[in-house]
């Protein structure tokens, strides 16, 4: 009779067993799957940056087999075959579409570089371009300098939109033109006069520096950007964090690591899912062929030692951002060996990539910015070696083709 009884209640014995036992075998699995996956506090130095069924080796991704993403494309300015064109950056204020980037002479940064602006009200049909900022003093097409690689004259690089305490500002740096960067670089802000529909100088943000991005909003509800300073190549590269009160109030901190590590450039951050822990990537002028990464657990006051990710990287400008929806994009030139094509790659959480897209290619592609609004994705980027600056609209709801045809 006993017996009977622990028979009868076997079934039920099974199901408790088995309700202990699945979330055990899940979670183990998954822990298992998962032991190099990153994390900002107990595995900062995962090398885990792109992953899928899809994914043999970084260096060898067959790029024309990716899925293709729809675009629609604009032509914003075209100075083939005398000028350059770069350092293009999106925003969208009082209803239209912003653009602003660095128009110089011959190759890229040298004397008499200005920054120009255009403006479209649906991402596709641009106004001319217009000067954002006057040619540098003495510098312009009147000066024997103009057009040279020369201390002894000026350039100015475009350097993004900032929204700050209800004013449109435009960032701009300015150096001697012989390198990278002159000892009398500084960052300086523009304001946008609605009246006068013009730009006017609004002042410095910061002497000796020169941002990637402009500044973003920090959960602590300071700004932060990056900053390299004149002798970066030797120091390493720096995060600004402030303007709590004022544009031009900042503190640097550096990123200790990234002149040794590596030859950091253009460094890039997100928030990561959690809302309070920060990401950062940089790209290697060591030419290892892959992107840099490093976390922050404390509002950009510090970063741990940088690590290079198994992200493929050709040595070029790239960006991305948070959508919407939760999900992070990033644009880049994801083949190590030249810039050709821009690639976009989306994440779950900001630090592991499983799916990557096909955009725009076929020719030399680099320096794209990205923006979302109203169900869209506007890309810019410089065209045919730095002389056009051009721009693909993208439709968001697009984006899940590549999470069907990436296997």
Not at 8 to 16: G, H, L, Q, Y
Not at 49 to 63: A, C, N, R, T, Y
Not at 169 to 178: F, G, P, R, V, Y
Not at 365 to 370: A, L, Q, S
Request: proline content about 6%; some cysteine; aromatic content about 14%.
């Amino acid at each position: 009779m006993e017996n009977y009884k622990i028979f009868k209640k076997w079934p039920s014995i099974v199901v408790m067993l088995l309700m202990f036992l699945i979330p055990i075998t899940f979670f183990g699995c998954k822990e298992d799957k998962t032991e190099d996956y990153p994390n900002p506090v107990s595995n900062p130095t995962s090398n885990l940056m792109l992953q899928g069924e899809w994914l043999h080796d970084p260096h060898k991704i067959d790029f024309d087999k990716l899925p293709k993403i729809p675009v629609e494309h604009a032509v914003v300015s075209d100075v083939t075959p005398d000028g350059v064109n770069q350092h293009n950056y999106l925003a969208y204020h009082d209803n239209r579409y912003w653009i602003m980037w660095s128009d110089g002479p011959g190759v890229e940064d040298r004397v008499g570089q200005v920054v120009k602006y255009s403006t479209s009200t649906d991402g596709l049909q641009w106004d001319k371009p217009k000067f954002l900022t006057t040619y540098p003093e003495g510098s312009g097409p009147e000066s024997p300098n103009y057009n040279t690689r020369t201390d002894q004259g000026l350039r100015w690089i475009s350097r993004g939109f900032w929204e700050y305490k209800g004013e449109f500002l435009a960032l701009a740096s300015l150096d001697e033109a012989k390198g990278f960067f002159g000892p009398t670089l500084a960052l300086h802000a523009f304001k946008w006069n609605k009246e006068s529909e013009s730009w006017e100088h609004h002042g410095i943000v910061m002497e000796n520096a020169i941002n990637n991005f402009p500044p973003k909003k920090l959960p602590s509800g300071e700004w932060l950007m990056s900053r390299r300073s004149f002798d970066y190549v030797e120091r390493g590269v720096d995060f600004m964090v402030g303007a709590e009160n004022r544009f031009d109030q900042w503190e640097v901190y550096p990123v200790f690591g990234t002149s040794t590590h590596l030859e950091a450039e253009e460094p890039y951050w997100w928030i990561l899912p959690d809302n309070k822990n920060l990401m950062a990537l940089f790209r290697d002028n060591r030419k290892s062929g892959y992107l840099y990464r490093s976390f922050s657990t404390d509002n950009g006051r510090t970063w741990s030692s940088p690590v290079q990710t198994n992200f493929p990287d050709a040595r070029s400008k790239f960006h991305g951002l948070r959508l919407q929806d939760g999900r992070y994009v990033l644009v880049s030139n994801s083949n190590y060996k030249k810039r050709d094509p821009l690639t976009l790659a989306i994440s779950d959480d900001g630090m592991v990539f499983t799916k990557m897209g096909y955009l725009v290619g076929g020719r030399h592609i680099d320096y794209p910015h990205v923006l979302e609004h109203n169900g869209y994705l506007l890309i810019a980027f410089a065209g045919d070696a730095k002389q056009k600056i051009e721009v693909v609209k993208v439709k968001v709801s697009d984006l899940d083709k590549i999470m069907r045809d990436n296997k």
